[in-house]
């Protein structure tokens, strides 16, 4: 695959993965300083390891919570709480994820991934609470 179709391939994945209107926002905000940068994210990251064909874009997003919850980059767990949700994972299964984190990586870590994902859970369910895990 050549840099043309690994961005074209890159561009679907993280519109499929992120939403339109999440890339449409960081496409509308590309200056001359971070086009490389953006360039790379689409060929590199959504092109080639979000395109990969041996996991599911499920089990992506769960390693992905997990990397984000642990090294507490809170405004990326956001945006891939919504990319998880998008890919099929249920509240339940995310908190989950947070659970192993909580072990592996400590109860700061996955406590304030929790508050996180419950305030995004509640947005994409128009506002309502996260719902009662039935586990």
Same mark, same amino acid.
């Given at each position: 695959m050549d840099d043309t179709e690994r961005t074209a391939q890159g561009m679907t994945t993280r519109r499929q993965v992120l939403g339109d209107a999440h890339v449409d926002r960081? =496409?509308?905000s590309i200056t001359?300083?971070?086009a490389d940068f953006q360039d790379f &994210?689409?060929?590199?990251?959504?092109g080639e390891i979000w395109s990969r064909p041996g996991l599911s874009r499920e089990q992506r997003s769960m390693i992905? &919570?997990?990397a984000l919850a642990v &090294?507490?980059?809170e405004e990326e767990l956001a945006m891939h709480v919504r990319a998880a949700l998008r890919n099929? &994972?249920? @509240? +339940?299964?995310?908190a989950e994820v947070l659970l192993q =984190?909580?072990?592996?990586?400590g109860i700061p870590a996955a406590n304030r991934a929790f508050a996180i994902s419950a305030q995004i859970i509640a947005e994409a369910n128009g506002g309502a609470s996260? @719902? +009662?895990r039935k586990a």
């Open positions: 960081a =496409v509308a001359g300083f971070t &994210l689409t060929r590199y990251a959504w992905t &919570l997990t &090294l507490r980059q099929g &994972l249920t @509240p +339940d299964q995310i =984190v909580g072990i592996y990586a996260t @719902p +009662d």
